[in-house]
């Protein structure tokens, strides 16, 4: 497996563009999870599905942001507008559910906004 | 409200020395406590985890030591290497269930040769 494959790797937009992230998950692996990352507040946590199903999008900032799973294998994570705020690194994860509870990262997408 | 704080935010060791990471946790019904490594450019791997079940873990040269009672659990690297300079992150899930990770903030380690 090639493992979580995220694109766009590097993502530079203007302030008030959409922007949207994609994740592929590991085949087979049941929750996919979207995190940001940030020198001040390290990686957070913005929604979580489980079998494709949003389970908690506390972590989504505000109403700006978005994310969909319409099948296992595809997520999107949506911001419009975006604001210079949102630039960070922003990281896509699954999980297998049981035993194994490994949860895999993929490289990350890197957003600026200017 | 931090579900998982992590200390220290940085930490410089010298090579072969012991390099210890600290965390501490509030939700007592968590039952999975992973450590991740991150390399700059990349996204943070598992590196190891442990249950509440056992009080130590080891492996290789990294240790995971678990006080369920204090809720806390570190990371202890021994003999520190200049590969091991990298970002460590600290979490906690259920198994069950939920089992979206909550991470600590990070410390970023460096090994000097």
């Known amino acids: 497996d090639a493992g979580v494959i995220q694109s766009p790797r590097h993502e530079v937009t203007e302030m008030g563009q959409e922007v949207t992230l994609r994740c592929k998950p590991i085949?087979?692996?049941?929750?996919l999870f979207w995190y940001r990352q940030t020198m001040m507040r390290g990686l957070e946590l913005l929604i979580y599905f489980n079998n494709n199903v949003p389970i908690d999008d506390s972590g989504m900032p505000e109403d700006r942001f978005s994310a969909k799973m319409p099948n296992a294998s595809f997520s999107t994570l949506k911001i419009q507008p975006s604001e210079p705020r949102d630039s960070a690194v922003y990281f896509c994860?699954?999980?297998?559910?049981?035993?194994?509870?490994?949860?895999?990262f993929g490289q990350g997408t890197r957003l600026t906004v200017v | 409200q931090q579900q998982v704080k992590q200390s220290p935010q940085s930490l410089i060791v010298q090579k072969g020395g012991i390099s210890i990471i600290n965390c501490a946790y509030e939700n007592t019904a968590f039952d999975y406590f992973p450590w991740y490594q991150q390399f700059p450019g990349k996204g943070p791997a598992l590196l190891i985890a442990i249950r509440p079940d056992v009080s130590e873990k080891k492996e290789g040269r990294f240790t995971i030591s678990f006080n369920k009672s204090a809720k806390q659990f570190s990371l202890h690297i021994m003999d520190s290497q200049p590969g091991d300079s990298a970002t460590y992150f600290c979490?906690?899930?259920?198994?069950?269930?939920?089992?979206?990770?909550?991470f600590g903030t990070g410390t970023r380690l460096t090994v000097i040769p």
């Open positions: 994860a699954s999980r297998p559910t049981g035993e194994d509870t490994e949860a895999f």
């Open positions: 979490a906690a899930s259920l198994l069950t269930g939920a089992n979206n990770l909550f």
């Open positions: 085949s087979g692996h049941n929750s």
